[in-house]
């Protein structure tokens, strides 16, 4: 089964606002070549209906959705439940999956302390 990761940020209307999340997703896509990796946006930008329908588009059947959040704010325990759970009515052939913030990881929170250190 074709595996996918749809990372999910706030959005902005300013593009350069966006592309640390399109270095991250390459970067994703660069480590597992196997996945199907998309961005979707909360505001101005792909949503995560249209993420989930591109990965679908690409074979996808299970995907993760990834809030690209440093901590569980209303956007992350409130929204992104909700349009999961839609999607999840929309699309269900896929298997979706939703993951916690990826600050709320320990490592990313030391990868971020070092790089704050070694300035």
Known sequence: MKQGVVLVAHGSRDPEWSRPF???????????????????????????DEALAALAARGALAIRVVPAFLGPGGHVREDLPRLVAAARQAF????????????????????????????
């Open 92 to 119: 269900p052939a896929l298997k979706i999956a939703l993951d916690k913030s990826f600050g709320e990881e320990a490592g990313i929170l030391d990868a971020i302390a070092q790089v704050i250190a070694a300035r």
């Open 22 to 48: 399109e270095r991250l997703a390459l970067a994703v896509q660069k480590r597992d070549p196997s996945l199907a990796v998309a961005l979707a946006y909360l505001e101005h930008g792909p949503s995560l």
